[in-house]
């Protein structure tokens, strides 16, 4: 079964980083896919931040958030600075469209003084 599981989500104060990590247990799926990070604030649907090959469609975050990967690790990274409260959300990865049955957990990131 594969599972994608993020990782590294907190609770900070405006202007600081963090770093989230998405373990891929499937080497297939790592090399494959084409893979991406989203995210979901309450109320509302989730949505594609970034892909693996540095596509943004979330203008918001384009010159605050990275995203890297380790082709030995398979393992896709998010590098998020100057966070903001309207960051506040729960991140997840998936492959780009999303597969439903690889949703994981998330990782709940919350930017608040």
């Known amino acids: 079964q594969v599972q994608l599981v993020e990782s590294g989500g907190g609770l900070v104060e405006p202007g600081e980083s963090l770093r989230l990590s998405c373990a891929v247990s499937?080497?297939?799926?790592?090399?494959?896919?084409?893979l991406g990070w989203y995210r979901q604030v309450p109320g509302k649907e989730r949505e594609l931040i970034v892909t693996d090959n540095k596509m943004y469609s979330m203008e918001s975050v384009k010159d605050r958030f990275t995203v890297s990967t380790d082709y030995t690790a398979y393992t896709i990274d998010l590098q998020m600075n100057s966070l903001k409260p309207e960051d506040t959300a729960v991140y997840y990865c998936n492959t780009v469209p999303p597969t439903p049955r690889f949703w994981g957990q998330g990782t709940q990131v919350t930017v608040a003084s």
């Open positions: 499937s080497k297939e799926v790592f090399r494959v896919y084409r």
